[in-house]
């Protein structure tokens, strides 16, 4: 390793010799650029597929199966690299027969150690923007011209009616909307479906004082970023209002109080079968392609409890849960020690309710602004703008870590994160409040992708718990219900006039077991988590989130969700295998589809 | 004058022997830096005006009455100066007693040419935005907390009824909402008065073949750009979902359906009596500043014509034609030639419609592509985009050249112009059109700033008339009506179905005669133009709009408008004025405001 030579120049020239190599179909070369622990992680541009090869072995079988299809080219270092503690990063561009591509590298030494591709654009396909936007206006003199309001309102009266939509997005949140911007603008003609009743009701019909509890550097949605006096924390109303608008100004083919009611897959015509219930009556749609983006989660998990019917207050799972007025100066009980039970035992606070936690299984608390200040500065933040990491350069920077090295890399944040509040947690172990930092003490962000459930954000619940204000019953389970109490499993009785279930989710197939079927549902298996072996998720190691934004077991079967930055970031990759398909690009897939006989990647 | 130093080095050195000289209140050196021809434009930094200096002598006297209390400091040069044609361009920035400024200058030689000094924000009172936005919500727990909504609607309820607008802006187009936007990140209280029934309708209501002439990059609003697939000319209707969803997301206290019906200046209160009309009944409201943005023109200007009473076709104003269907295959006479008369008569002739246009005076015809390659090029486009001069510095870079010099800069354009496209021109006059390029052939942009008429930017209605599918009869006035035909000035006959007058605004001031007084219309004089002494602009010269965002002969009174770009730009300003006497900073203006007998800038 020479070490008077800039990063950039040993980039470059193991980019070049990379680029070389696969110009020559020498594969043998290039695994051998590679150091013994390397990755490479690919969005669609070699795989078609959403895949981290370990090592050099998996990347040269990769290589084997890909590379003639593919035929990268172009490769280019882009900005200047820089290194620290002995590792070189780098961006780079390159292209394949069919894309441009965007990419970041890690070396160690002189060896790649993570590679990341991702595909940007489709050639022939871009999105008409900047220098290729739309006029707008065709200049000249036409007879019977039609307007912009003429061509959008037939435009609007044919599609789902005398012309079909390619694609069918049941689930019109931030999810939905971000990739329905993405289809709009690569022209991929796409109905939204939404049960309420406005755009933005998904965040507003939740309880009053729900607040994002990430930061708006981390909430952007595609295209159009929030105004730069966006608060940091955006409360749920605002956030639908935003998601109105844009839904609007985007131009989104977007159905307010439209529910699907069924999907069918026709194997004869390889199109869907969907089931519309709207005001206006019942349709059906056939479009080519079905996005299930119903939420990061399916459908609420409510228990059946014991005595449920014998309760003589109110019973009901968090999703329902509006705000704490209706419940002033009664005794609630809420069922869930996770973000949305922290939540509502606060808001219930608020509204001078005398409320009880019930957490059954330890919880990992972080107080928001140190995990701003420990865990967000980096990549999405002010200081990080200031540096020059745009948002879509922090989305690649996250995407190019690969979840095998990210529990190391989390497990010390979380030691600074107990040491420097260390007194919070003494205070809320002295209340009874059990903590964890996940299995392997990787903390927040890992119980995030793993289950995404067991970890909040302390937005305030936390000081209640501690100072007692918030009781918490801890390790106990909701045994059964009198008229006017809860029994607990360890036999204690709780009085009781509000019972409130913050028990979270099933898993996301459960949409698909509902509205399509229960073999389909059985077929894809489960979404989320990675196979990490932890607890909610078990093995075999996948090295990606199952089933997410990529190729399933059933054709013509897409989700697409996650928190904003995902939904915002995925929504490319997901779009961008819907225009190929549309547009018949070959899209040769590499990995088999997850599932529940699937084993881990090869 | 040294050549070996490069233009940093040299506008690094002008501008420190400037900031020593004001430092030292040495206002003959700081004349001295100066060139014999000079210019030193000021928006709000040293005047609280918009005022240029022309001269040494002007430079001197103004610094005089300003100095001390401006108090400037702290000038720096940022990003690298360049040099072409022997003028060296910079940007600096610079401070005040009471605001943080930014500038450009422009140096011949080692002198002065061009100065521009602007006001971007007052010392403590900052726009929250970036670092300082506001975080969303206050962490911890609070009994009876109001969330976000609640606060919203109890604001908004508040707002004219138990608590006084600071400011009431009369006109919800898009000078309105810019200013509203910025008034609001200012924190100043301020409602919006808007007689239609949603934001954009202002564009909506217009006719259906409506787009914009001026190019996307010209035409963005503050805080939130187009995103990046927006037309370059936006179609009508397009633009008025953009403006309400401008409107809902920046959160502004936009009053739908709602007239000024009245407004009188309490002398005794210092405040204004505004009578509000709206569906619920009327108020009124008692603000400090009254803003008048009703469109960069006044009420429509309908010709009394002889015989109105007896045609038994359709008679109306431009303003009030929304589209050609109702008179397909009519006969149609569209008096007046400039952009509306252009346009009805292409709509018209699209729809089927006989069309004659009567020109009553000669007209500046540019074709948009034309206008878009030779005249925005530079400062507004993705080419200007892509070497760094964003919107903001495209709008300083404008407002850095004084209106003495903008005509000659401007005529070998227009000599450009012509000789590209003399083929349209020739056939034009050929067809009978009178074509002129301004009093002193300086072409569309200063008919623009001195009288808003006389221009049409091609984009199709030429081609007809050229080819005389529309007819044109020049040089004539419409001078009776009959009951199927209109009378000409040459003693001509014209059968007509329809006749439409295109004849323009009366003044912008009009509006205030028609709702506050003819006393207080009089007292504070015509709007727009700038004294050129061309026709419809007479001296004496002024060197600025008069009346334009600036203060006037009446207390708390403000005229805001132009077209998008000058609305972007100069609201900033409108609301830095606004924002200062709410806060109380002290305001001393420079400089006698205009009115029908004020002299010439001193």
Known sequence: MRTDVTPTARATAWLSCLAEALAGSDVGTAMSLFGSECYWRDLLAFTWNIKTMEG???????????????????????DGATETDGVVEAWFTFETAVARGKGHLRLRGDKGWTFLTTMAELKGHEERRGAMRDNG??????????????????????LGRTEQPYCVIIGGGQGGIALGARLKRLGVPTIILERNARAGD??????????????????????????????????????????????????????TSSSCVGARWDEARREWEVAVER?????????????????????????????????????????????????????????????????ICTDLWEHGAKVTMVQRSPTTVVKSETLMEL????????????????????????????????????IPLYERIAAQDADLYARLAQAGFLLDWGQDRSGLMMKALRTGSGYYIDVGASGLIAAGEIKVRSGVELRALKKRSV???????????????????????????????????????????????????????RGELRNMWKPMAQEGLWFHGGNLALSRHYS??????????????????????????AAGPD
Chains 1, 2 share one sequence.
């Open 279 to 343: 005001p206006a009556g019942s349709l059906v749609l056939r479009p080519k392609q079905l996005v299930f983006a119903t939420g990061s989660y399916g459908p609420p998990r409510m228990p059946k409890v014991e005595g449920a019917e014998i309760f003589a207050g109110d019973l009901y799972h968090s999703s329902r849960y509006v705000g704490g007025e209706e419940h002033r100066g009664k005794r609630a009980v809420v069922v869930g020690a996770a973000s949305s039970g922290h939540d």
């Open 572 to 597: 490319l990759y997901v779009a961008l295998q819907l225009k190929a398909r549309m547009a018949g690009v070959p899209t040769m897939i590499y990995g088999a589809p997850d599932g529940p006989g």
């Open 56 to 78: 050099r072995e998996a990347i040269g079988r990769m290589l084997e199966a890909t590379l003639a299809a593919t035929a990268p080219s172009a490769w280019k270092i882009v």
């Open 202 to 255: 998904s965040w507003r019909n939740r309880y009053d004082s729900l607040v994002l509890h990430d930061p708006v550097w981390y909430d952007h949605l595609p295209y159009l970023p929030f105004p730069d006096h966006w608060p940091v924390f955006t409360p749920k109303d605002q956030m639908g209002d935003w998601l109105e608008a844009y839904a609007k100004v985007m131009e989104l083919d977007y159905w």
């Open 487 to 541: 029994l607990l499993s360890d036999g204690s009785e709780l009085p009781a006039d509000v019972v409130i279930f913050a028990t979270g989710f099933a898993a996301m197939n459960g949409w698909v077991a509902q509205l399509v079927s229960s073999e389909v549902a059985e077929k894809i298996g489960p979404n989320w988590g990675y196979g990490s072996g932890t607890r909610g998720d078990p093995g075999p190691w």
């Open 137 to 158: 206006v065709t200049h000249g003199a036409f007879r019977n011209r039609r307007s912009w309001l003429e061509r959008k309102r037939a435009q609007e009266a044919a």
């Open 375 to 410: 865990g967000f500065k980096g990549l999405y933040s002010e200081e990080a703008l200031a540096k020059g990491i745009t948002t879509e350069k922090a989305d690649l920077l996250f995407a190019s870590m690969p979840f095998r090295l990210m529990p190391a890399l989390q």
